[in-house]
Nanobody, 123 residues
Framework: QVQLVESGGGLVQTGGSLRLSCAAS????????MGWFRQAPGKEREFVAA????????DYADSVKGRFTISRDNAKNAVYLQMNSLKPEDTAVYSC????????????????WGQGTQVTVSS
């Protein structure tokens, strides 16, 4: 059974930082690209960032480029999202997802999803 479990969300002030983690189990982690998506209240889920199986290819949404950093540790079956210079508009539930064979911004391509972790940025 595949499980993706996010952690690290919370409440932070504008300009602050958070580091999200996603622990994967039940799949051959190194064969999956990994992505982060977010969904704000009343809005559709949107792509945030993705990293390829080996970590060579990385993609960011324009709205987070330069502020967020995605990384992975295949030895630990984990993917991370370092979020700096947070803004109130970053408030959302953040979910990680696994995709094979290549990373994409299209959520319907992703095979497995975590439940999400809440990030709230106060102004």
């Amino acid at each position: 059974q595949v499980q993706l479990v996010e952690s690290g969300g919370g409440l932070v002030q504008t300009g602050g930082s958070l580091r999200l983690s996603c622990a994967a189990s039940g799949l051959t982690f190194s064969t999956y690209g990994m992505g982060w998506f977010r969904q704000a209240p009343g809005k559709e889920r949107e792509f945030v960032a993705a990293i390829s199986r080996g970590g060579v290819t990385i993609d960011y949404a324009d709205s987070v480029k330069g502020r967020f950093t995605i990384s992975r540790d295949n030895a630990k079956n984990a993917v991370y999202l370092q979020m700096n210079s947070l803004k109130p508009e970053d408030t959302a539930v953040y979910s990680c997802a696994a995709v094979r064979p290549i990373i994409t911004r299209m959520e319907y391509n992703y095979n497995y999803w975590g439940q999400g972790t809440q990030v709230t940025v106060s102004s």
